[in-house]
């Protein structure tokens, strides 16, 4: 598959060397010089990975990220010369896939890009084995095929990865997963970035599905509890 991929970058040195290493290995590659612009770059088309610098002109990568997950779940690589742990967190918080500190290899950011679309590819592989087509528990409903979410007979919009887990808990019901076990799940299992990936992926079903009794299994993970008792 011949993926593409938008680079939000500053410097036009990293720019440059980063396509050029890219385009080496096949991918289709747009660059932006600020996050407003790439944005646009979005009504024309979609990439299928971002990479972002963090520190740009006007809006920043940090946003730019949010603004990305609110719409989409393709991969987000940020790279920054910011290398504390908050930094990172933050950046794994709003939804980027992977963090790279400069100065950094090209060749080590080519191998993440693989190693990442790699994962997708196993994702959308997995994804097509058989399923029951509809989940219906209490006032919460999943329609697989579709991949729609109903909440008290209203449609949620919810993205790739909040229907997964949505999917995982309802056919496991009252089972409790760790955290790790769903990040492995759902972000695959050569996934290295923090499981607090899995903990914003409940804070924002629980946002959406206000109501909907994912309880938290402290110190461990998460479960979701007997839906037809907690809606009625």
């Known amino acids: 598959m011949n993926y593409s991929i938008f680079i ?25 010089d600020n996050a407003e612009d790439a944005w646009e770059l979005t009504r024309e088309q979609t990439p299928d990975m971002w990479i972002l610098d963090i520190m740009l002109p006007g809006m920043d990568g940090y946003e730019l990220c949010k603004k990305i997950r609110q719409k989409s779940e393709v991969p987000i690589i940020i790279i920054s010369a910011k290398d504390e742990e908050v930094d990172k967190i933050l950046g794994l918080e709003l939804g980027s896939d992977d963090y790279l500190t400069k100065p950094f290899s090209p060749r080590e950011l080519v191998a993440r890009v693989k190693r990442l679309f790699k994962r997708v590819d196993h994702s959308i592989v997995v994804n097509e084995q058989p399923t029951n ?17 109903f909440w008290k007979e209203q449609e ?62 402290w110190g461990y993970g998460y479960r979701l509890s007997n839906v037809n008792e907690a809606t009625e």
């Open 133 to 149: 087509d509809t989940y219906e528990l209490g006032e919460l409903k999943l329609h697989v095929e579709g991949r729609r979410v």
């Open 8 to 32: 939000v970058e500053d410097d036009p040195n990293i720019r440059d060397i980063v396509s050029a290493y890219l385009n080496k290995e096949g991918y289709k590659v747009s660059m932006a």
């Open 156 to 217: 949620v919009e919810v993205t790739a990865k909040e229907f997964e887990m949505l999917h995982i808990l309802i056919r496991n019901q009252n089972r409790a997963f760790a955290r790790d076990e769903l990040l492995s799940l759902i972000w695959g299992e050569d996934y290295f970035g923090s499981d607090r990936a899995v903990d914003d992926l409940i804070k924002r079903l629980r946002k959406k599905l206000d109501g909907l009794p994912i309880e938290t299994v």
